[in-house]
Nanobody, 126 residues
Framework: QVQLVEYGGGLVQAGGSLRLSCAAS????????MGWFRQAPEKEREFVAA????????YYADSVKGRFTISGDNAKNTVYLQMNSLRLEDTAVYYC???????????????????WGQGTQVTVSS
């Protein structure tokens, strides 16, 4: 099993920045993919970004490209999501997730991720 704990959510003004962290523990070697998803009230959970440990390849939703950056520290089993130029529409609960493997467009799919954190609230105000 893999346990995921997110840190770093909070309240920020539009245009500001936040950095989320996700610490993984347990059988982390079995998970090559770490992702971030978000869910706003009354909306479906949506993909934000992902990174593959083995290759360092990253994936981003179009809505966050150029504003958000995902990175990882293998030694610490921690993944980060640096969020800049935040917008009101970025307000959501952000979840960290892990998957054993993904390929191409599959990396964007909620269904391939089988470990989830508890989520952290990000609120962007005007």
């Amino acid at each position: 099993q893999v346990q995921l704990v997110e840190y770093g959510g909070g309240l920020v003004q539009a245009g500001g920045s936040l950095r989320l962290s996700c610490a993984a523990s347990g059988r982390t070697f079995s998970r090559d993919v770490m992702g971030w998803f978000r869910q706003a009230p009354e909306k479906e959970r949506e993909f934000v970004a992902a990174i593959r440990w083995s290759s360092g390849v990253t994936y981003y939703a179009d809505s966050v490209k150029g504003r958000f950056t995902i990175s990882g520290d293998n030694a610490k089993n921690t993944v980060y999501l640096q969020m800049n130029s935040l917008r009101l529409e970025d307000t959501a609960v952000y979840y960290c997730a892990a998957a054993a493997v993904c390929l191409g467009s599959g990396c964007y799919q909620v269904r391939i991720y089988d470990n989830w954190g508890q989520g952290t609230q990000v609120t962007v105000s005007s």
